[in-house]
């Protein structure tokens, strides 16, 4: 089937909930769409077809290949979890239709960001999945999750703006050059050396920059801990695991294209960004008692170790990527784990929530599993990410951030560790009742958890094929 | 320098010394009446598509629909006639001048030629730089906007002295996307101090999904 399916697909079905009578179905089409998105994403992997060109304006390599099998089937679990919780709690159902429309636009632009083959048609579908991410931010009744709903599209459309802004550039910079502009990116690479025009550093400094806001990366990463804080556990899960990912996507792209003929700029600005970040993310995670903020500061301080990883380049871009992939679903597992701890306790003081495998069982062991991957141990993708990044930067040279690398994953380490074990582990604090959970509202999770330990222990030949494939395009010669 | 440049420049500045909301307005209006202006010039017999979707953008869009949905919100929310999109102190108005002197001494660099594009990427430089001011010294949502939105109009200023342009699809799905982007901005607007809403949470196992 042809691939632009996973992008026409959702839209389509998400769009036709807007006829009254097909709503009552809504959560049987998002778990039925999800399903269907995630076998013809996995089936691109494992039934590999030549590449191919979409219009010019799509194209399907291992890049997308990989990605697309890493988005489709987050957000299935995602969707098992919203059926699973509606399910349980038919209260939510009247709202229901409305997220399931805004949730597969979403996961279709996200489709169409991956799949993009020209930077324009890339950053359009990256504004989309902002526009229908932000309303579902929103939680009714709630002031503060309206406002950092607000914060999100606004950091989002500045940092949007950037890129534009750095495109524009980019194009004048092969204006000035003698070329014809494209942002085709199979015929950019012709015209990568930049740094002949007075436009072209500035314009990839800014497409870095913009790129960077929407990962969560510093200087502008505010948004990030309130967003993902406020907004309902499925909504912080699809932000955090799919949006994420999709925006890396991007700017693989242009790593790829650009770190040929610009490979120092490249490397200043990300590892400048990767350390900003790695530094405000551990102060904050010391000074917070949030639990879903801590989970979101520890996702902006995965954010800077993937931002130091591409900086490095050489040697470490299969280990990032599958940091990449374990950080996705560690992400879905622990905010998703969040959510199902706030409505239980009514809180999301750490300092409140204490004996959660005896209270909660399914629960304490998706934090336990999911902070042990959080905090890079073995076997984990996290860990074995780490470690190729630290091997990278001694070898490269790199010695002083390797040095603040190590001080700062240790920081985080500690301060998140000293914050959650207490949480699986104490004693409870309060004697609650709770409604008994059942294995099926916990079987997304439970998918999210064996697929990151599975991926720890042993990696199929298909997408380690994949994982090498993408890194040698990521190590281009020159990079 | 052109009539028309300085014009522009003068609703880039002027709007940032008058602290109202509808001056801020008026300023963003005028933005895209005088790009949609400059667009026309250079385009006088609007021969392609692409010369249209430009007009639309600029004229009828940015100059005349996006001013007045602010407005029309504006106004429903009686939100107060004071509005200082940067802080009104010596300070920010000394900053917002040297951004107009640094971008023209940038623009200098990146066009070596003297003469009307010099110019225009100049305002354009301006106009990106004070609308990060904005957005620095203003916490209120209304004046945020109006620093996204000058931004934004900058960029596409920026891409007027461009002679190339993208296919007319993309062009129009942009368009789209700036239009919904203004209708999440006139919703936020309207409703970010409303009083709290019934909520779904009350029921015992949920907060929401």
């Known amino acids: ?21 097909l709503r009552a179905h809504a959560a049987r089409a998002l778990v039925g769409t999800a399903l269907l998105l995630s076998t013809l994403a996995l089936a691109q992997v494992l039934l590999p077809a030549p590449e191919l060109s979409l219009s010019g304006y799509a194209r399907l390599d291992a890049t997308s290949r990989l990605f697309l099998a890493l988005i489709n089937p987050i957000f299935l679990g995602i969707s098992a979890y919203v059926a699973s919780r509606v399910a349980a709690t038919p209260a939510l159902h009247r709202d229901l239709w409305r997220f399931v429309a805004l949730a597969l636009c979403f996961i279709g632009a996200a489709n169409a960001a991956v799949l993009g083959n020209h930077l324009l048609v890339q950053w359009m579908a990256l504004e989309v999945t902002t526009l229908v991410a932000a309303p579902l931010i929103v939680r009714p009744g709630e002031g503060r999750s309206r406002l950092a709903s607000w914060h999100y599209l606004l950091f989002s459309s500045v ?17 000035a050059a003698g070329h014809e502009p494209t942002l085709f990116l199979d015929r950019l690479p012709a015209f990568a050396a930049v740094s002949a025009s007075p436009w072209g550093e500035p314009g990839l400094a800014l497409v870095i920059l913009g790129l960077g806001t929407k990962l969560g990366l510093a200087p502008m990463y505010t948004w990030l801990p309130e967003a993902y804080a406020e907004a309902p556990p499925a909504v912080t899960a699809l932000l955090g695991a799919v949006q994420f ?22 490397t200043a600005e990300l590892m400048l960004m990767g350390l900003a970040s790695m530094v405000v993310s551990a102060i904050s995670i010391i000074a917070t008692r949030n639990m879903k903020r801590l989970i979101a500061y520890a996702a902006i301080n995965h954010a800077g170790v993937i931002a130091i990883g591409l900086a490095v380049g050489k040697g470490t871009t299969y280990g990032v990527l599958l940091y990449v992939i374990s950080n996705a679903f560690i992400k879905a597992i622990l905010f998703l784990t969040a959510g199902k701890i706030k409505a239980h306790y009514r809180t999301e003081d750490t300092r409140e929530i204490s004996g959660l495998i005896k209270d909660l069982p ?7 599993v999911g902070t042990l991957a959080l905090l890079g141990f073995p076997p984990f993708g996290s860990f074995f990410g780490e470690l190729s990044i630290l091997s990278a930067l001694v070898s490269s040279g790199h010695l002083f951030v390797f040095a603040a690398f190590c001080v700062l994953i240790t920081t985080t380490f500690i301060a998140t560790g000293r914050t959650f074990f207490p949480m699986v582990w104490g004693m409870p604090k309060q004697v609650h009742v709770w409604q008994k959970q059942t294995f099926l509202t916990a079987s997304p999770k439970i998918f999210f958890l064996v697929v990151l330990v599975i991926l720890g222990l042993y990696i199929p030949p298909a997408l380690s094929g994949l994982l090498e494939q993408v890194a040698a395009s990521l190590e281009a010669e020159g990079s | 320098m052109s009539p028309l440049l300085i014009a522009l420049l003068g609703a880039l500045l002027i709007p940032l010394f008058v602290g109202t909301w509808r001056t801020s307005l008026l300023g963003l209006s005028a933005q895209g009446l005088l790009m949609a202006a400059l667009a026309h010039r250079a385009a006088p017999l609007l021969a392609t598509a692409h010369d249209w979707i430009a007009l639309v953008d600029l004229g009828l869009i940015r100059g005349l629909a996006m001013p007045l949905a602010l407005y029309v919100v504006q106004k429903a929310r009686g939100a107060r006639a004071r509005n200082d999109v940067i802080p009104p102190n010596l300070f920010f108005w000394t900053l917002a001048l040297g951004m107009g002197l640094a971008a023209f001494n940038f623009s200098e660099h990146l066009v070596s030629e003297p003469g009307e594009p010099q110019t225009l990427v100049a305002v354009a430089v301006a106009g990106i730089l004070l609308g990060f001011l904005v957005l620095s010294g203003s916490s209120e949502p209304f004046s945020q906007m109006v620093g ?3 931004i934004e109009n900058s960029i596409v200023l920026l891409e007027l002295s461009d002679q190339d342009h993208s296919a007319i699809g993309l062009e129009l799905a942009m368009l789209a996307i700036f239009v919904a982007t203004l209708g999440f901005f006139c919703w936020y607007l309207a409703t970010l101090k409303e009083p709290a809403e019934p909520s779904l949470e009350s029921a015992p196992d949920s907060s929401s999904l």
């Open chain 1, 159 to 175: 940092g949007l703006a950037l890129v534009l802004l750095g495109f524009s550039c980019l194009s004048r910079a092969m204006q």
């Open chain 1, 1 to 21: 089937m042809n691939p632009l399916a996973l992008v026409c697909i959702p839209i389509v079905v998400g769009l036709s909930l807007a006829i009254p009578r």
């Open chain 1, 245 to 266: 990912n999709a925006a890396l996507v991007v700017l693989l792209r242009v790593i790829a294209v650009y770190r040929p003929g610009n490979a120092g700029l490249i």
């Open chain 1, 362 to 368: 399914y629960s304490g062991v998706f934090l336990l």
């Open chain 2, 148 to 150: 996204v939105l000058r």
